[in-house]
Each structure stands twice: as C-alpha cells, then as structure tokens.
C-alpha cells in the first residue's frame, strides 16, 4: 500500500516553498511599482521572468509552474492596461501576455532540469562517498556483529525510511530478525532470502509493496546467502537509489563472506595445529618412553629372575634405577598430557582467589627434598592481592622453574613476587633467577617449544624431556598471561611470569578470612 500522508518534514518544506514564491513574486511586483514611471511594459515582464527563473532553480516542478502563472496574472493585474483588474483590452497586451506565460514554463522546464540534474549528481557523488567510506570500515570489521552495526547505520544514513537487516543464523539456517517485525515484512525477507533476487517496489516483483527486499550475497559457487535486508517507504522509479541499495548490500555480503571464510580457515588451522600436536605426542612417547621403560623392565627383570644370585649393593643399584625411571617417565607423562590439555581449550582451568604467597608456600614445601643445600631464597612483596587462578597450575610452572634452577645451578636461587603497574593494568610478577649457564642467545627463540632442551643440558648428559619450560608458558597463557626469559647480565637465567590482575577483590583487604 502505498503512504500517501505527509510526513512533518514534507509539510514543513512545502510551507518553506510557499513562502518562498511569495516573496519572489512580491518582490518583483514591488521592483515593478518603482520602475513603472520609468520603463516599458516588456523590461517589467523580464522582471516577473527573472523571479520565476529564480523560483524554478530554488522550488519544486509544481512550485515553479505555478510561479509562471501567478507571474502572468500579476503583471496583468498591476501593469496591463486597463490596471488593477483581470482585463485585457488589447490583443497585443493578450499576446505579450501568452508569450510571457510560454516563455516562462519553457525557461522554468529548463530551469528545473538543470536542478534535478544538479541535486542527482549531488545524490549520486554522496552515495559514492558512503560506499568508499564503508569498504574502508567494513575491512575493520571482524565480527558479523561489527558488519551489522555498520550496515545498519550506512542504510539509516542512505534511506529514510525504516531498514531491517536479517543475518541468517549459521546453526539454525533462520533469518535472525532484530525485533517484532510485521508479517509482510517476515514474508518478503525471507521470500527474498529463497528466491536469491531483490523483491519490490519497481522491481518486477512484488511491485504493489512499497519497499525493497534484498538478498545479501549471490547463489553461486556454492556460496550461501548471508541474510536480507528489507528498506522501506521507497519509490518504484527511483532507479538510482535501488542501485545504491543494492551495492550497499554486496559490499556487506563480501565482507560477510571474508568472515566466514576466514573463520573456516581458523578453524582448519587449528584443527592441524591439534592434529600437528598429536603427532609430537605420539613421537614423543614413542621415543622418550621407550628407554626409560626399557630400563624399568630390565631391572625388574634382573631383580626377578636373578634375586638370589645378585648382592644387596646390586640389588641396592637396580631399585634406585628402577625409582628414577620410573619418577622421570610420571614427570614426562604429567608433562606431556597437560600440554595436550592446555593446547586443546583453556576450559581446563579450575580459577579460584587464591593467594600467591600460600601458593610459593606450598611449593617450596614440596620440592624441599630437591633443594637439600636450601639455596631458594624467596622475597614476597607484602600485603598482595588475590590472583584468580588454578593453583595447581600455577604451583606446577613455579615448580618447574624452580627445579630447572636447582638442576641447571649450583648457587643461590631467588624467588621474588612483586606488582607493577603498566599502560594496560596491573600485573603480578613472579620471578626465579639464577646463576646457572644461562640460555645461549641462538636458543632464545626456541627453549619455550615442546621438546626443545639447551645445548649445555644435552652435553652435560643432563636428564630432562624439554617439556617442561613449553608447559609453563602453556600454563602462563591460559591465565592470560606471559612468561619470558631474560638472559642476566653476569651470567644466568631470569623467567618472569606476568599475570593480570583484575581490578575487582572477592572482598577488601582486612576483610579476608
Ligand atoms: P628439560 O629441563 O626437561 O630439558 P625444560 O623445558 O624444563 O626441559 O627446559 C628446556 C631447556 O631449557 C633445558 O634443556 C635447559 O637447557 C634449558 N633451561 C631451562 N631452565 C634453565 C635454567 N634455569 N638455566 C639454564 N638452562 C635452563
């Protein structure tokens, strides 16, 4: 149906209008009285001309219509022998008259088209400017979410009327619409979305509506529409905004279409990142379980099979292999798994408020036995915040950093837990210096790699998997954190764990159980 009421804009510009005329006609009438004693009737008539030159370049077709005519009724009226009335009493004032009247609406047809060609090019150098500046912020756009606002508001910018944007939701194949539409508009959206072309008024299609419908996107190559959108209180003859609208749409059905592709492409890569990992996994246990439970059996077999015949000190030797054996193939399993875990979801982690300074306790109570010499010297900043985090996690990787500096280190090991404040937050820092070898320059981009082990380790005969330092970093990662190392000037190691502190406490200090 079409909406024949104004609309207050409408109303307030034909009101605009009309005052408009009148004042051109007015002003004409008045410059006509002051220069009658002095001219000819034909220089007043040019001056009715001119106004309605002025009135067809600044009204509307029927404004400047009228102007010509009420042009020729007043010099009629004001000037044509005999005045003040609607007379004419000689045929050449008739035919000046009727001259002027064709002149005029031949002027004002000229007039007219040059301001409807003049307002198109306006129109269309706008629309141009619109669609380059939304390819430039729909190619910053990473979410269909961002595509959507953007969308919604370059169409509430192009038309006037009521738009709707309808994504097509990837799981259910339906049209998410945005709020309580009308039926009508339901249908056309999704009647627009089965048959893939544009549904409306001047369309060949659904022509009695007085709206657009408009598929985001092409059938073709496989490709799926994206969604519709439905722009309304449009005209049937106005070709040129339906072409805008229309490549407004496949601009917004391109970019759709590079987030769905580039999320596939995600996807596909982190699916071979986890089948990439499970083949290390595999090699992993191929290679590094197999001598350490080659070890195992043989001893143990050794034991069985020859128990009478071996001496206490060979029995002695035979069980202390079989106990390092075995706690290096637990460590290497532990290890191994909880990379696998971590690199498959972070849902892995059980965060709670925890408290840094009871986790070091902890830790420190369980690799005492390592640390026979008590060569960890820990330093605590006081009065910490909480940190929410899996403590078992994060008391893993302070674990492992600690027992690399007790086996890579014959000297004291400094334990420090500090805050500091950057641009983005504040983070807690926990460090574990050393004296050690250090890490030669060439291993600093690799040492963090699963399996990777420092050449000083390899030569030394060192045991070790090279798992360790590839689960701290998994581990700091997941807490959305860091852990670097940094090379110490005067020889060692430095690794700082960075984790984020979020700005709210369970409860204020003084207040904690
Ligand atoms: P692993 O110790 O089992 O070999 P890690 O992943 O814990 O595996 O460590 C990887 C390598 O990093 C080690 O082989 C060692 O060369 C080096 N490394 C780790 N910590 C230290 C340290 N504190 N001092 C010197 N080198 C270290």
Redesign the pocket.
Known sequence: MKNTALSPESRQQSLKDGFLLLFLLSAATLACLLLDPYVSLTSLSMLYVLAVVLASYKLGRRESVLAAFAAVVALNFFFVPPRWTFQVERSEHFIALLTMLVLALVINHLASGMRRETEMARLNERRARQLQNLAIALADADTPQAVQRLTQSALDAAFNGTNILALLDADTKELDFPTALSHVVQDGLRCCLKEAAILGAGTGRWTELDAWYIPLGEQRQGRELSGAVCIQTVAGDDESGREHAVALCSMVAQSLWRLRLSAAMQAAQNEAQRQQLQGIFLAAISHDLRTPLAVVVGAASALQLQHDKLSMLEKQRLLTSIVNEAGHLANLTENTLQLVRLSNSTQALTRDWESMEEIIGSVLARIKHYDSGRRIVSKVQYSLPLVRVDAVLISQLIG?LLE??L???DATIHLVVSLETQATGENMLVAVK?R????AEVELAT?FDAY??????ERSG?R???????VCRAIAQAHGGSLILRRRSGG??S?ILSLPLTLEQPFTLGEQP
């Open positions: 492992n690399n500096a086996k890579y280190t050393d050690g070898p250090g890490i040492i990777s082990r420092g050449d000083h380790s060192q070790g998997s090279g798992l360790g330092l590839a060692g190691s690794f």
